[in-house]
């Protein structure tokens, strides 16, 4: 394939894209993210990972505080060349901006989480926690299977080294009081999900 098979919008200027572009360029596939100024296309999803988004936001919806709200594969600008898209946020309420919002910022948001995907690991990994705990998000969880269990990796942010620090790993019930009471049973039979 050559520059020229490439439809126009896929090529980056010089100085890479900038956080607003997402919202310019046409015929952009769903869920593009922009890290490091560069589109990421997303593939194809596992099951796990649309069954935990499921399993998580409902879960998140029934313990969400009144001055918190929900959203799910929203993208959230970092810097201006950052603007990933995490698979759920907990944002604060005052951050809604009507029903034409593209995006949030990074104050906006209390809580990221990554379900981690076969060709997204390296970027849910390492590097999108890395943009979210420079960009000062006070939390992030990290969700993978582990020896065939839903496994949630909860870190909090140093505010000293802009850096996030685990502070538990739960593979059956997350049970927390930061940043808010939350109770969400994981200890489920993934394939039974829709009789819940």
Known sequence: MTNS???????????GF??????HLPRLPPHTELVDGSLALLGPQEDF??????LLENGFRRTVPADLRVRREMSVVLGPRQ???PDIMVIHA???RGPDNTAYHAGDVVL????????SEERDRKRKPTLYAEAGIPHFWLVETIESFPTVNVY????ATHSYVMSGTYQHRVDLTVPFDIDIDIDIDLTKIDDL
């Open 83 to 85: 603007r990933p898209e």
């Open 5 to 15: 098979d490439l439809p126009d919008w896929l090529l980056p200027p010089p100085e």
């Open 94 to 96: 005052e951050a809604l």
């Open 156 to 159: 909090e942010l140093d505010p």
């Open 18 to 23: 900038h956080a607003e572009d997402l919202d």
């Open 112 to 119: 990221a989480i990554e379900v981690v995907s076969p060709e």
């Open 49 to 54: 990972h649309t069954l935990m988004l499921y």
